[in-house]
């Protein structure tokens, strides 16, 4: 119901949502083991990326918590006209977003209309097949040299 009540208004209170997710009454930090936090997003949050990272880090390692987020971008976004605080281009929103994901060890996803422009996960993924590719040509040679020894 909450998110449904929810209306667009310009700002990106990073800080405010972020302190209210990991900021969990002590005495009901047990009830409460979050793995991860997800931040879906469309742009720059408010406050400046070194403040958000510095915070980040902190709130994120003292309660082993990681932050993950998801950016998507898109032309001609309009919110009723409304300025948002802080405006950045979608580069630098990005660039932004990194480094509060690195400071959370969390992972960062790129995406608008056109498809993925980035992706941690996607990534991940490609390192590994180069790794596989890079192992099963060594293993070739291995065989190959094997055989013209024999």
């Known amino acids: ?10 700002s990106r209170n990073f800080m405010s949502a972020l302190r ?10 047990d009830k409460h083991k979050s793995q991860g936090l997800y931040l879906l997003t ?23 918590v990681q932050l993950h987020v998801c950016l998507f971008t898109q032309k001609g976004t309009d919110c009723s006209g409304i300025i948002p605080a802080r405006y950045a281009n979608p580069t630098e ?22 498809g993925i422009f980035e992706s941690d996960d996607i990534t991940s993924i490609i390192s590994e097949m180069e790794k596989a590719k890079n192992y099963s040509q060594k293993c070739a040679f291995l065989v190959e040299s094997l055989k013209q020894r024999s």
């Open 1 to 10: 119901r909450w998110v449904l009540s929810l209306e667009c208004k310009g």
């Open 20 to 29: 209210r997710a990991v900021e969990v009454d002590f005495k009901d930090k």
């Open 42 to 64: 469309t742009g720059i949050p408010d406050q400046e990326t070194h403040t958000i990272s510095a915070y980040v880090a902190e709130a994120c390692g003292g309660f082993d």
């Open 93 to 114: 929103t990005a660039s932004a977003f990194k480094e509060i994901v690195q400071a959370a060890n969390g992972r960062f996803h790129w995406f608008g209309e056109a």
